[in-house]
Structures are given as C-alpha cells and as structure tokens.
C-alpha cells in the first residue's frame, strides 16, 4: 500500500462528456503527476502538479487539464471525450519533484 | 527512438527458475525505478536505484551508470511474481518520467 489513492476505480463515459479524475496523494508528498496507460503499452505523461503549479506537461491537447489543491490532492479534467482517451489513468506522487514516485491503484476508463 | 528499452517483451518460466529482465536507457538520469503492475491493476514501485544493487527478499536490482544498463533479477521465481515488470527513470534535466513497454513475466508452476 502506498497511500497513494484514485477515485472512481472504474468509470464509463460516452464520447463527448466529460470526466473528472481524482488522486489523493502521500502524506507530505508535494507532486503529483498523472500518467495515461493505454492498453498493452506503457505509461504516458500527461502531465504533473507542483505545490500547486503545473510543473511540465507531456504531448497531450489542452482538454487535458488538471488541478492541484493546498492539501496537495489533484484532479484530472478530460473535456469532449474520445474514445481513444480510454485506458488507465495513474496518479504518483512524489516529495519534490524529482523524488521517487509512489504510484496510485490507476481509474480505468472507458468511452464509449 | 524510445528513451528506455527493455528485454526481453515476454518472458515465460517454470517455478522455481532464475530470472533476469534486462533495461537500457539513452538519457542521463537521477535514478532508475523498477516497477511491477498485475493484470487490471496498479503500479507498485519495486526499487528506485542511482548507483550500485539492490536487495529485497528474492528481487535484486543492478544498476550500471556508465553503461546505461540495469537488470532486475528474481531467483527462486514463483506464480505469484507474474506481472509485468516496468523499467522507468528520472531525467537529470525536466521532469517526466521516462517508461520502458515493460516485461510480461509468466511464472508456471
């Protein structure tokens, strides 16, 4: 256990909606990034949170957007949902953001 | 051209066999995660290396600065150790975190 928490575990939307993901990171831990696992492949950045502040961001379009709050949780927002954003979505946080990464249990999502 | 490779892609044994996934990486890094996933299921981070090995119960992992190269090694493997097995690092510069396609190990009792 990481104490590293995700929530919904498991999500259905149709194409077009839109989604909220939320992670609750480690105590004391500060960063947050978000990784998207499509299925069969391995993780991909999307982007991660720093005291607050977005601290980077990988090769994904803006409706990709997200949140970090003082307690150091953090929300993914996805808007007008395509049917490729289905996968797993991570959450890791990490103390500073270079530290070493304490993975979630992952929101698998599909759109239909 | 992949930041991290690993090999090999798929990776079946019996019961009790030594196992060795391998993983390179082409960019200078803070350190190395090794990192296992079950089937469905989340991530867990195995170890986190920037010099040296590493043991915990029957994982060891090794680690090779100037060759870009590290090894995860399972002996005495079990059923259970099935998972994927994931090869990530910490750039020195930026902040992503660079993931191999992991090693689908299958361990037959």
């Known amino acids: 256990e990481t104490g590293v928490t995700q929530s919904p575990t498991h999500l259905i939307k149709t194409r077009g909606q839109q989604v909220t993901l939320r992670c609750s990171s480690q105590?004391?831990?500060?960063?947050v990034s978000w990784y998207q696992q499509a299925l069969g492949q391995g993780p991909q950045f999307i982007f991660q949170?720093?005291?607050?502040?977005?601290?980077g961001r990988g090769n994904f379009p803006p409706r990709f957007s997200g949140l970090q709050f003082p307690n150091y949780s953090s929300e993914l927002n996805v808007n007008a949902l395509e049917l490729d954003d289905s996968a797993l979505y991570l959450c890791?946080?990490?103390?500073?953001?270079?530290?070493?990464?304490?993975f979630g249990p992952g929101t698998r999502l599909t759109v239909t | 051209k992949n930041e991290v490779e690993q090999s090999p892609q798929n990776l079946t044994a019996q019961e009790g066999e030594f196992i060795t996934i391998n993983c390179s990486y082409s960019?200078?890094?803070?350190?190395l995660h090794w990192l296992q996933q079950h089937p469905g299921g989340g991530i867990v981070s195995l170890f986190m290396?920037?010099?040296g090995k590493k043991k915990h119960g029957r994982l060891i992992a090794t680690i090779n600065i100037q060759e870009k190269h590290s090894s995860l090694h399972i002996t005495a493997s079990h059923p259970r150790d099935s998972a994927v097995y994931i090869c990530?690092?910490?750039?020195?510069?930026?902040?992503?975190?660079?993931f191999g396609t992991g090693t689908s190990l299958t361990v037959i009792p």
């Open positions: 290396l920037s010099s």
């Open positions: 105590s004391g831990h500060n960063t």
């Open positions: 960019v200078g890094i803070s350190a």
């Open positions: 990530a690092v910490s750039p020195n510069t930026g902040n992503q975190f660079y």
């Open positions: 890791a946080s990490s103390l500073e953001r270079q530290g070493g990464q304490y």
């Open positions: 949170y720093y005291r607050e502040e977005e601290n």
